[in-house]
C-alpha cells in the first residue's frame, strides 16, 4: 500500500503561482509513475501533467507553458509548480501514483480568485 500526500494549495490571484507537493510512501519511488490530476466543480477528474520514472512528461493541453513538474526521488516527492494560474485552473489537485495498482492523495484545494 502507497501512502499519497499533497500539499500546498490554496487561494491565488489570476496571474499569480503556487507549488504543489506530493509525497508518497514506499522505497521504490523511483519507479513510480507520478501525476497530477485535477477536478472542477461539476466535471469530470482531469490528468493535468504526469511525470515517468524516466523524468519524460506529459501535460495537457490547458496547462502546458503555464505548469512544470519535476520528481526528486531523494524526497520521495513529485512537484507541480503552476505559473499564470486562471481563473479555470480553480480544482481539487489529486497526486496519483502507478505501481502495479493505482493510489490517490486526498487532494488539495487550488482556489484562483480577484
Known amino acids: 500500500q502507497v501512502q499519497v500526500v499533497e500539499s500546498g494549495g490554496g487561494l491565488v490571484q489570476p496571474g499569480g503561482s503556487l507549488r504543489l507537493s506530493c509525497t508518497a510512501s514506499?522505497?521504490?519511488?523511483?519507479?513510480?509513475?507520478m501525476g497530477w490530476y485535477r477536478q472542477a466543480p461539476g466535471k469530470q477528474r482531469e490528468l493535468a501533467a504526469s511525470?515517468?520514472?524516466?523524468?519524460?512528461?506529459n501535460y495537457a493541453d490547458a496547462v502546458k507553458g503555464r505548469f512544470t513538474i519535476s520528481r526528486d526521488n531523494a524526497k520521495n516527492t513529485v512537484y507541480l509548480q503552476m505559473n499564470s494560474l486562471k481563473f479555470e485552473d480553480t480544482a481539487i489537485y489529486y497526486c496519483?501514483?502507478?505501481?502495479?495498482?493505482?493510489?490517490w492523495g486526498q487532494g488539495t484545494q487550488v482556489t484562483v480568485s480577484s
Open positions: 496519483n501514483v502507478k505501481y502495479y495498482n493505482d493510489y
Open positions: 514506499g522505497n521504490m519511488f523511483r519507479f513510480y509513475v
Open positions: 511525470i515517468s520514472s524516466g523524468g519524460n512528461t
